[in-house]
Each structure stands twice: as structure tokens, then as C-alpha cells.
């Protein structure tokens, strides 16, 4: 009797034995008995007999696919992320798959609806059409290149769906299904791509290209080159010799926000290959749709956020990983992986290579590209000729007028690049109105009554919210401790620094853009047109605008209030500054038009600012990388965080102390730290604690983490939650 070994969801680091007619393979989804109810699972294995008797080896209900879904190599990648990782292998197999596929749904492959311009629409001369009618005019535009399904045209703007019907009804457009013009093993075969080579590649371009495409098998490339300096023209001539010899891409971002417009930038430069996106963005229906696509070898690019590496796509040639030193990447929870190093491992699984690209490199990278395990390439200069990277200058708010956080100088400079029809940009990380509201009275701070955090005053709505929990209230009308009425904000967030330019510049034009101005569906596809339509003079912003945006008119930027990261108790604060400063000072003079960015700060002469100054990462990362070796930091030291959570503390401490028994106890060459509270000990009603585990080699500490999680699932935790979480991020 064949047995079938199957991932079921549950949290247990196990197969389960089911009985299987013939022809079963791995790879398929199955319907199963389990307990009293059914699950899907998929099958991992098969094998002649089993451990059990026959008797408690029920049958499998209903096999879901007539083929394999996974690939041996792509179970292959989910065993070994749920071994590294510690994660239970069916939950880590089975959070692979999009929802409609977890939930036992037909996995056929639908064709999407199509729309192109009807023979009418395409004798209309856009410049005959009227101009108020952006939206049209931009669909029209759209559409006049090639046909492009609703999610493309949707990216376009909030009312693209609006206007797109009245151009249907108007007969200037027209939509269809399409007829596969080529089965998926055709377009595995297929080798001639159209390239729209819109750009001539610089010196240091043609030598990156070169170096990545000339390589045979497994080599990770790192990519460091400075803002502006057309990465993404890189990957765009690469992603084109791989589409040329039969492969597919897949292309990893930190940001759903960067997607559409990367996903409009690709299909113009490669029209003829099928590009999907897979990010939490999408309903259920597309992402299945577009996960099956890459599955059938349809699709030959695949565009997505951190889960779109585990994709599959049977004819992987490249892979890349655009800004590979966001800490977005990580997975914080369930199966808490780094899209990055498992980036890494499919590539050396597959025998592809991988770029991994980035302004600011995490030191990770950069100390591998320094000691030879990666392969650095490096583009020094912005791609324009006509664009400089931009003067940095710090300015010192202990020796300058301030006013509300925002310094004279910096609001005379804004001032300028008003009259001279340029935009400016304010960074500050910070959202809402003020970080803390408090009583001059008594001093009383709005504090969170269920975490260790402040309420933050959002002023538009008369909101106190905690960012953590999401906890609100009204803002009081007297202080809740004595009762006097003045109660003042202290701090500022983007709606302060928003009204106080509305005050200094009346007539200017200001946009605020943070998750609470882009919380709607399509509002950030609205800002960012208005942004590169001129529409906007000041941009005030939090790290959404940090990365990735391409603002042509952008010769300003100011950064309030950075230093509160130099005080950080993680030893990865700096590190992330340097890199958010790196990437939102990018934005400025990436045209023709200089750049200019100014930091407000109490420490000017900081080695991290004389680096900034001097665009200089290389200096700053041999200082941090220094550093860390003495302090013993990554990465020369490999770690593991045991974090726990409950209602009560002394049960959370005491889960921890016999946790760092077991592993003490366990007497292998690994270093045991005591228990600590986390950075934010308490988070919605929960006491948080943590502990540490580091070694200097990577083996011997997964060594002791499978010596040691049997341990830990035995050790009593009612009414706790605890994770293990290998390579930390957060402390």
C-alpha cells in the first residue's frame, strides 16, 4: 500500500502518514482526514510502508491536483527554511501557497480580461482629446503602447476604473479574453524578447551587466551603487539577456508601494514577456492567478514582496533583490524568515545567479562582498551625466533659530526653491501631530495603558492613538491627573510639520504623505502623479518616501530630528540611520537640476554625518564593521532570540530562566545570555522578555537550536506565547 507523507498545517514538526492509491506524487495538494475534520495538505513524500499500523492510517480523502503543484525543488527550499528556521514544515509549506489554494480551491489557470484600443480609439489623436480629462488621456496613452489588463490600468489612478467605463461606453475602447497564443512549454523554449533600449548603459553599468551575465551557475553579486546611479537599468538589460535564453526573473522589493510603478517601468522595457506581481496587496483570485502563471512557466517575470521568493517558477535564471538591506525583508512572525538569505539558497539550490542591490548595504552583505564570498560591482556615479549626487550640509539646532522643530535656514531654502518652481521635501519618521501630549501642570504624559509607549496626539481628528496597539481616545479637555486645561503637545510628527509650513507658506502647495494620508485604496497612486505633474511644491513624509521614488523636480530635502536614533539601545541603530538618511537624501537633484539636502542636528561633527556628507558608505561601514567585531556583533557572531509574551510577568520570566537552564544544560559551544525585558516590555495588555543565544559559527549554533526547540516545546507555557527567531533583526 503506497503511503503519502503530508504537510498539514499545524503547529508540529512532523509528516503525516496517509494511505494513497497509485500515481501519487509530491508536490500534490490532498484533501485529508484530520481529526474530525478534513485539511488540505500537500504531499512531501512517498514511500512502501510505514511506522504506524495499518490500522490508524486513514486514506486520503480527495487528491486537488491532476499534477504537482511544487517542485522537488521548490519542497526542497521549504525543507530546508523550515529546518533553519525552526518553523513546524507544514505551516511552512502550506504558507507558501496563496490563500485560495490553502483553502482547497481549483488551481485551473483563468485567463484575464484584456483591453485595447477599438479601431476608433485608435484613429483618435490624443491631441485632439481633451486636456481636463487626465485620467482618459493617460488610459488612452496607456493603451496606445499595447493591451493591458485592469490591475494596470487601476495603477494609474484612484479613478481609473471610473473613467476606463466611459471610455468603453464612448467606443474608444474595447475589451477580450485572450486566446494563449503559446502553451507555457513554448514560452519556456521562446528566446526572441523585444527590448525597448531606452537607455545607454554608462561604463560602470556595461561592466555590471557584463560581469553578472558572463557568470555560469551560482555567484551572488552585490550591487552597490549610489542613489541615481540606474540600478535599475541594471536589472532591466539583465532581466533581458535571461528572458533571452528561456529563464524566467524573479524580482524581490522592500515595498508593496514600489511595485506599480516598477511593474509600468518593466512592461514598457520588455513588452513581449508576461510580468505578474505577487504581494499582499492583492485579492485572493489575482494572487492566485498570478502564482499560477509563474507556476505554468507563463510567466517569465515575477515582481513581488518578501513571499514571492517562494514563487515557483520551473526555469529560474535570475534573481535579484532590490534594496537588499531593508529590514522589511524579515518576516516578524510565523515563520520568521529573510527573504534575502532565502533569496540567497534558491539561487544556490538552482544554480542561478542573484543580485543584490542597494545604496547602503546591510554590513552583513558588505562584509561578505569585503572578504570574497560575494562578488562586489560597484556604480559610483548618478547614470545622467547632467546629475550630481546632492550637497549635504548639517545644521546645528543648539546654534541656529528654531521654530516648532524647524530651523530658519531650512525654511528660507524652502522658501527659494518655491519662487523657483522646484520641490521641496521634509523628512521626519514620525507621524501624527506630536509623540506625546503632556500637562505643564503637573507633567502628567499620555501614556498607553496597555503598552510602555505614548499616545500619540493626532490633531486632525482630536485622536490620542498608540501606533503599537492601536489603542484611542479622545483628547481630554483637562489634564486627567490634576485637572488644569493646559495641556500642551511636545514634539513633532508630519501633521505639525504640515501646519507649521501651512502658516510660513500660505499659498504653497503641501502634501503630506504617511500611512495615515495613503491609509485608502489608490491614494498613493494619486499623490505620486501629483508629485511628478508639479502639483506639489513642499512634500512632508515619513520613510515611505525614503526609497525608490524617481521625483525629477525634487532639489530640497530637509531631515528633522534624526538624532533620537544615536541614543538607540540596538547596536543596529546606526546602521539603519545612515542607511534611511542615505536613501531619502537620494531624492534630491537626481535630474539636471542640483540637489541640495539639509539635517537638522544637535551633533554635526558626528562620524555618521561627516560620512553622510561625504557620500561616503565605505567609510562609515568600516567604522561600524570595526565595532562590531570588538563588541562581538553580527556578523561575526551568528544569533537566536527566544522571545516570550503573556499577561503575567513572573510566568513569562520564569518560561525564559528554564529555558536558559535547558540550553546552559545542554553544554554545547554557544553562549547563553540571561533573561531581559524586550525593547518595548509591554505591548497590548502583554509582558515581553527575551533571550539571547549567539556563537561564532553558523553550524554549531543550529547545532544547539535542534538539540534544544524539543526542549522548549516540552517546558510548560500556559497561557504563553514564545518564538524562536533565528538571525534577529529586532532587540
Excluded at 321 to 343: I, M, N, T, W
Excluded at 627 to 647: I, T, W, Y
Aim: net charge positive; aromatic share 6%; proline share 6%.
Amino acid at each position: 500500500m503506497p503511503i503519502a507523507r503530508v504537510a498539514l498545517d499545524v503547529p508540529l514538526p512532523t509528516l503525516f502518514d496517509y494511505a494513497a492509491a497509485d500515481g501519487i506524487a509530491s508536490g500534490q495538494r490532498v484533501l485529508v482526514p484530520f481529526g474530525r475534520k478534513q485539511m488540505v495538505g500537500v504531499v512531501m513524500e512517498c514511500a512502501a510502508d510505514s511506522a504506524l499500523t495499518a490500522e490508524r492510517i486513514k486514506p486520503i480523502a480527495q487528491v486537488l491536483d491532476e499534477t504537482p503543484l511544487l517542485s522537488a525543488g521548490l519542497l526542497a527550499l521549504l525543507r530546508f527554511c523550515s529546518d533553519y528556521y525552526h518553523h513546524p514544515i507544514g505551516a511552512t509549506v502550506l504558507s507558501a501557497l496563496p490563500a485560495r489554494l490553502r483553502s482547497g480551491k481549483r488551481a485551473g489557470l483563468e485567463e484575464v480580461p484584456q483591453y485595447a484600443l477599438s479601431a476608433s480609439g485608435r484613429a483618435l489623436g490624443l491631441s485632439e482629446f481633451p486636456k481636463r480629462k487626465v485620467v482618459q488621456r493617460r488610459i488612452l496613452a496607456m493603451l496606445s503602447g499595447q493591451p493591458c489588463n485592469l490591475a494596470q490600468i487601476m495603477a494609474l489612478s484612484a479613478t481609473a476604473g471610473k473613467q476606463l467605463k466611459v471610455l468603453m461606453a464612448e467606443g474608444w475602447v474595447e475589451h477580450y479574453v485572450p486566446v494563449p497564443s503559446q502553451s507555457p512549454e513554448d514560452g519556456r523554449n521562446a528566446v526572441r524578447h523585444t527590448f525597448n533600449n531606452a537607455h545607454t548603459l554608462t561604463a560602470e553599468q556595461q561592466q555590471a551587466v557584463d560581469a553578472v551575465a558572463q557568470t555560469s551557475g551560482y555567484t551572488c553579486f552585490l550591487l552597490h551603487g549610489v542613489t541615481g546611479s540606474g540600478k535599475t537599468e541594471v536589472y532591466v538589460h539583465l532581466m533581458h539577456r535571461a528572458l533571452q535564453r528561456g529563464g524566467q526573473v524573479l524580482l524581490l522589493v522592500p515595498e508593496i508601494n514600489l511595485t506599480p510603478q516598477l511593474e509600468n517601468y518593466f512592461r514598457s522595457r520588455l513588452p513581449d514577456a508576461e510580468l505578474v506581481s505577487l504581494h499582499s496587496g492583492l485579492g485572493e483570485g489575482a494572487r492566485a492567478r498570478n502564482w499560477l502563471s509563474a507556476q505554468s512557466g507563463r510567466a517569465r517575470v515575477v515582481l513581488g514582496t518578501r513571499l514571492a521568493v517562494f514563487a515557483p517558477l520551473p526555469q529560474l535564471a535570475l534573481l535579484i533583490v532590490d534594496e537588499e538591506h531593508d529590514a522589511s525583508f524579515k518576516q516578524q512572525d510565523g515563520l520568521r524568515y529573510s527573504a534575502r538569505d532565502v533569496a540567497i539558497f534558491r539561487a544556490s539550490q538552482c544554480g542561478a545567479p542573484i543580485v543584490l542591490g542597494s545604496a547602503t548595504p546591510s554590513l552583513e552583505s558588505y562584509y561578505n562582498a569585503q572578504s570574497g564570498r560575494y562578488t562586489l560591482l560597484q556604480l559610483t556615479g548618478r547614470a545622467l551625466a547632467a546629475a550630481r549626487l546632492p550637497a549635504v550640509r548639517c545644521i546645528n539646532i543648539n546654534q541656529t533659530v528654531m521654530h516648532h522643530g524647524i530651523s530658519e535656514n531650512l525654511l528660507r531654502e524652502i522658501g527659494q526653491r518655491i519662487e523657483r518652481r522646484e520641490q521641496s521635501l521634509l523628512f521626519i519618521n514620525r507621524r501624527g501631530y506630536a509623540p506625546v501630549l503632556m500637562c505643564s501642570a503637573c507633567g502628567w504624559l499620555s501614556g498607553c495603558p496597555n503598552c510602555a509607549g505614548k499616545l500619540v496626539l493626532h490633531l486632525l481628528d482630536r485622536r490620542l492613538r498608540c501606533h503599537h496597539c492601536g489603542y484611542q481616545i479622545r483628547v481630554p479637555n483637562a489634564c486627567p491627573s490634576c485637572g488644569d486645561a493646559d495641556l500642551k503637545p511636545v514634539g513633532a510628527g508630519t501633521q505639525r510639520v504640515e501646519s507649521i509650513l501651512l502658516e510660513r507658506f500660505p499659498q504653497a502647495r503641501i502634501l503630506r504623505v504617511d500611512r495615515d494620508s495613503t491609509r485608502h485604496k489608490g491614494a498613493w497612486n494619486v499623490m505620486r502623479q501629483q508629485i511628478h505633474d508639479e502639483a506639489v511644491d513642499i512634500l512632508v513624509g515619513t520613510q515611505m518616501l525614503a526609497k525608490g521614488h524617481d521625483f525629477p523636480n525634487l532639489t530640497l530635502v530637509g531631515v528633522l530630528n534624526p538624532d533620537s536614533a544615536l541614543y538607540s539601545s540596538d547596536f543596529r541603530a546606526s546602521e539603519k540611520l545612515f542607511a534611511q538618511l542615505a536613501q531619502v537624501a537620494g531624492r534630491a537633484g537626481r535630474a539636471g537640476k542640483p540637489g541640495e539636502v539639509l539635517v537638522q542636528t544637535a551633533f554635526p561633527d558626528h562620524p555618521l554625518f561627516r560620512a553622510l556628507r561625504h557620500h561616503d558608505y565605505a567609510a562609515w561601514a568600516k567604522t561600524l564593521l570595526g565595532e562590531r567585531k570588538s563588541a562581538g556583533f553580527p556578523p561575526f557572531v551568528h544569533q537566536a532570540m527566544l522571545r516570550a509574551e503573556g499577561k503575567q510577568e513572573p510566568a513569562v520570566y520564569a518560561f525564559l530562566q528554564m529555558a536558559r537552564e535547558a540550553a546552559i544544560a545542554l553544554a554545547l559551544p554557544v553562549e547563553v545570555y540571561g533573561v531581559v525585558p524586550a525593547a518595548m516590555p509591554r505591548r497590548a495588555s502583554h509582558i515581553r522578555a527575551q533571550l539571547l543565544v549567539q556563537c561564532e559559527t553558523r553550524k554549531p549554533l543550529q547545532q544547539f537550536l535542534r538539540a534544544w526547540r524539543p526542549l522548549l516545546d516540552a517546558l510548560p507555557a500556559n497561557k504563553l506565547r514564545w518564538s524562536l527567531d533565528i538571525d534577529p533583526l529586532e532587540f
